[in-house]
């Protein structure tokens, strides 16, 4: 069974830093492309931040210079380093885990793509 399960939320000021983990079991390897995602109150579930499984990173331009995604040695984990928090960091963080394979040459592609249950980050002063 997959599963995802993220740590590290909490209550911080403005300013301050937070590190998410995201361990995961299961069928979730280093051949897995993993992200962060975020949904605050009444908003849609937002990218953050993302690591293929090459190594490849993409943040969106809202955490840019401030957010880090790494993947652990095993691969099969990452992490979320946020620095410089602000009140609009504020949101429910998942994980996500997603491979795209073919099982022939000629077959449509078939996506694997998994969540977690989410950790809150909450930026207050």
């Known amino acids: 069974q997959v599963q995802l399960v993220e740590s590290g939320g909490g209550l911080v000021q403005p300013g301050g830093s937070l590190r998410l983990s995201c361990a995961t079991s299961g069928s979730i390897n280093s051949n897995y492309d993993m992200g962060w995602y975020r949904q605050a109150p009444g908003k849609q579930r937002e990218v953050v931040a993302t690591?293929?499984?090459?190594?490849?990173?993409k943040y969106a331009d809202a955490v840019k210079g401030r957010f880090t995604i790494s993947r652990g040695s095993a691969k099969n984990t990452v992490y979320l380093q946020m620095n410089g928090l602000k009140f609009e960091d504020t949101a429910v963080y998942y994980c996500?885990?997603?491979?795209?394979?073919?099982?022939?040459?000629?077959?449509?592609?078939?996506?694997?793509?998994?969540w977690g249950q989410g950790t809150q980050v909450t930026v207050s002063s």
């Open positions: 690591i293929t499984s090459h190594g490849s990173t």
């Open positions: 996500n885990a997603e491979r795209i394979t073919y099982s022939c040459i000629e077959c449509p592609p078939v996506r694997n793509d998994y």
